[in-house]
């Protein structure tokens, strides 16, 4: 009877730690099933679109685009909602509001696209960079904005907006202005023949606007190891992609800047960091409808930077699985491929694509899944 004593008590304790080990797993445990309705602790399927993620003191803000039922322009600002496992969203509200001051850059009715958030240890303060296009504009204003908060989910206050980099020639531009300036021939001529591609590559939009700053709109912000931090935006007519340094403060641009793929068309740059090699994963440029994802990478962020194959794989791999690409987020020791799958019939109810980027041969690798599971606990927050 000893024996079985002994068996009783030790099945009653196993039961009531595999018990425990279980109720950790189900707290630990994310399950992301991509392109579904996302409620958040009000029920209302989240809203942020175009978005990207900052994890500060443990906690996830997710920053993104408010758009409304009947239209992508900005009637409301940039949401923001936090989390601590990246499944239960809080609503924390809007972090950045549109206004009713006609003629203000930020008047209601305005684009605001593409928000990025980062924390700036030196100031303590949260900086959000965006794109902004002015109101009954269309997207011709091309401009960043920028923002600066005390606390992460906000309220921001709006710094100002601009083109990039008015008057500064890039890095990496061979040649004198003179030379430059022989492009001008080709800026009113026919677009896309030969001759207008190697004036663009050579830089015929950059010289356009040299003296007024550089076009900016889909835009991503990365901070690096060292603290340092870029704006990488779509420029150029939406044709070449710039890579601009922010100041010590991240509220402005530093004045160097370099210019990646030009005349590649490139959209929706997501700038991740893996050991040394920095990874670029950007779209074409097909408006809200999908197209194929483009993947670089470069020993640097100064470049150079080397284009590869899709990093997507399997069924609708070369539509981003219905996407277009945001952000990729770090977590503890892997990442998040985000993007969104637009609606432009109606625009609110556009979903959301986490997926995990995995690494085959040192290459990044998307894979569509139904359903995932981040498991917090074994890959470690921030
Ligand atoms: C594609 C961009 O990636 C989006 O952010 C948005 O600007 C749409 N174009 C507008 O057509």
Redesign the pocket.
């Known amino acids: 009877y000893f024996i079985y004593d002994i068996y009783i008590l030790f099945m009653k304790y196993l039961f009531s730690f595999l018990l425990y080990m279980a109720g950790m797993v189900v707290t630990a445990q994310t399950v992301i099933r991509s392109g579904e309705l996302w409620p958040d602790d009000r029920g209302q399927h989240i809203n942020a679109h ?1 978005g990207g993620i900052l994890c500060h003191d443990g906690r996830y803000y997710w920053f993104g685009e408010h758009k409304s039922d009947n239209t992508s322009a900005a009637l409301v600002g940039i949401t923001c909602y936090s989390s601590d496992n990246l499944s239960d969203w809080h609503y924390e509200g809007v972090a950045l509001p549109v206004t009713d001051v006609p003629g203000d850059d930020l008047e209601r009715g305005c684009t605001m ?2 928000p990025k958030v980062v924390y700036n240890a030196e100031t303590g303060k949260f900086v959000m960079w965006l794109h902004l296009e002015l109101k009954g504009k269309g ?1 011709s204003a091309a401009r960043y904005a920028v923002a600066v908060a005390d606390r992460p989910a906000g309220p921001y206050r709006y710094l100002r907006s601009g083109r990039v980099n008015a008057g500064i020639k890039p890095l990496d531009m061979e040649g004198d202005m003179a030379a430059l300036d022989t492009l001008d021939a080709w800026k009113d001529d026919e677009w896309w023949t030969p001759q207008w591609r190697k004036a663009v590559k050579d830089g015929l939009f950059m010289r356009r606007d040299f003296a007024d700053g550089q076009m900016a ?2 835009q991503t912000v990365f901070v690096d190891v060292d603290g340092r931090a870029y704006h990488i935006y779509s420029s150029e007519e939406n044709l070449t992609l710039q890579i601009a340094e922010l100041t010590a403060d991240y509220t402005a641009h530093s004045g160097r800047y370099i210019r990646v793929a030009p005349g590649g068309q490139n ?2 740059p997501a700038v991740f960091r893996h050991g040394d090699t920095y990874w670029l994963i950007t ?1 074409g ?1 097909t ?2 409808a999908p197209n194929k994802a483009r993947l670089f990478s470069a020993p640097s962020i100064w470049g150079p930077w080397r284009q590869h194959p899709n990093p997507c794989r399997g069924k609708d791999a070369d539509i981003t699985f219905g996407g ?1 690409g945001t952000f990729v987020l770090p977590v503890g020791n892997t990442y998040i491929f985000m993007a969104d799958i637009w609606r432009p019939k109606r625009p609110s109810d556009a979903r959301y694509v986490w997926l995990p980027v995995t690494f085959e041969h040192e290459m990044p690798v998307i894979n569509w899944h139904d359903e995932w599971t981040l498991d917090l606990e074994t890959v470690g927050k921030e």
Do not use: F, L, M, T
């Open positions: 175009g696209e593409r997207y709109r889909d959209e929706a779209s440029c408006g809200w277009q």
